[in-house]
């Protein structure tokens, strides 16, 4: 299995898709993406291939490139497409109506809050998906949305007000081999750096040695699982307003095929 694409074929396919953007400039090498982000006025989507996780962190993290993607098992075009919906209304992205495929697909909400058992939340959830919730090519699915909703129930609340116990929703949308997992939540304390900080410093010392040097916290375990799970990592933040982080997920993938996946950030 390979999602390899020469800059050529990435750049065609994207011209293809967006004849013009309007609010995002496009870059389709490393040496281009330098240039542009020298002067950075516009958003910046990076077209790439064949970036590792510390690679890809690098980008969206250290050199602040909004939109990092790659062809993987949610195709390039799919994501080019998404591209060209947030170039024309970045706000659409936090409607629970938003799409990320764009072929047919099944939606579902489940509203829930800290006073839910998150039991309870996963087993409706895969219920509704009609995937079995033992299996043990749903098992990074599982991680993730059970991650997703713990940050909601626990995270969100903690960093806006501890008393406060606000609705959120999670929005499952399904599409052949892939997962669409969002959680709205309206506390909007999400920072960006942070989470993919997080994650960075993680995968640095190994998820093991994060736990061990805070139990409590976890040292970003959370958001490590969710970025190990993901095709495509969306993350949005309105401050004191709504947050929602939506991780494209794959099921039904042996481990092998798993490492191989070239992932995607999207910051918001």
Same mark, same amino acid.
């Given at each position: =299995?390979?999602?390899? @694409?020469?800059?050529?074929?990435?750049?065609?396919?994207?011209?293809?898709?967006?004849? !013009?953007?309007?609010?995002?400039?496009?870059? *389709?090498? @490393?040496?281009?993406?330098?240039?542009?982000?020298?002067?950075?006025?516009?958003?910046?989507? !990076?077209?790439?291939?064949?970036?590792?996780?510390?690679?890809?962190?690098?980008?969206?993290?250290?050199?602040?490139?909004?939109?990092?993607?790659?062809?993987?098992?949610?195709?390039?075009?799919?994501?080019?497409?998404?591209?060209?919906?947030?170039?024309?209304?970045?706000?659409?992205?936090?409607?629970?109506?938003?799409?990320?495929?764009?072929?047919?697909?099944?939606?579902?909400?489940?509203?829930?809050?800290?006073?839910? #058992?998150?039991?309870?939340? =996963?087993?409706?959830?895969?219920?509704?998906?009609?995937?079995? %919730?033992?299996?043990?090519?749903?098992?990074?699915?599982?991680?993730?949305?059970?991650?997703?909703?713990?940050?909601?129930? %626990?995270? !969100?609340?903690?960093?806006?007000? #501890?008393?406060?116990?606000?609705?959120?929703?999670?929005?499952?949308?399904?599409?052949?081999?892939?997962?669409?997992?969002?959680?709205?939540?309206?506390?909007?304390?999400?920072?960006?750096?942070?989470?993919?900080?997080?994650?960075?410093?993680? =995968?640095?010392?190994?998820?093991?040695?994060?736990?061990?040097?805070?139990?409590?916290?976890?040292?970003?375990?959370?958001?490590?699982?969710? *970025?190990?799970? =993901?095709?495509?990592?969306?993350?949005?933040?309105?401050?004191?307003?709504?947050?929602?982080?939506?991780?494209?997920?794959?099921?039904?993938?042996?481990?092998?095929?798993?490492?191989?996946?070239?992932?995607? %950030?999207?910051?918001?």
């Amino acid at each position: =299995m390979s999602y390899n @694409l020469s800059a050529d074929e990435r750049k065609q396919l994207f011209e293809k898709e967006i004849p !013009a953007l309007t609010n995002t400039i496009a870059s *389709f090498t @490393l040496l281009d993406l330098d240039k542009e982000a020298a002067y950075k006025v516009k958003k910046l989507v !990076a077209v790439e291939d064949e970036l590792s996780s510390k690679q890809l962190l690098n980008l969206s993290f250290r050199k602040n490139v909004d939109f990092v993607i790659q062809n993987s098992v949610q195709t390039l075009t799919d994501k080019i497409k998404i591209i060209g919906q947030l170039d024309k209304d970045i706000n659409a992205y936090y409607r629970e109506t938003f799409s990320f495929f764009s072929k047919p697909s099944v939606r579902h909400k489940i509203v829930f809050d800290s006073s839910i #058992p998150r039991k309870r939340v =996963m087993n409706l959830a895969f219920h509704r998906l009609q995937i079995d %919730i033992e299996a043990n090519r749903s098992a990074n699915l599982k991680t993730a949305i059970e991650e997703m909703v713990m940050n909601a129930q %626990i995270d !969100a609340k903690k960093l806006s007000d #501890p008393k406060s116990n606000y609705k959120s929703s999670l929005i499952l949308e399904k599409c052949d081999k892939l997962v669409a997992v969002s959680v709205i939540d309206t506390y909007g304390t999400l920072v960006y750096s942070k989470f993919l900080g997080q994650v960075e410093s993680c =995968m640095d010392i190994g998820i093991s040695s994060s736990i061990n040097q805070n139990r409590q916290k976890g040292a970003g375990v959370g958001s490590t699982l969710i *970025f190990n799970a =993901m095709d495509s990592l969306y993350l949005g933040c309105i401050p004191g307003e709504k947050t929602r982080v939506s991780a494209i997920i794959p099921f039904g993938l042996s481990e092998k095929n798993q490492e191989k996946l070239q992932k995607s %950030i999207f910051l918001l």
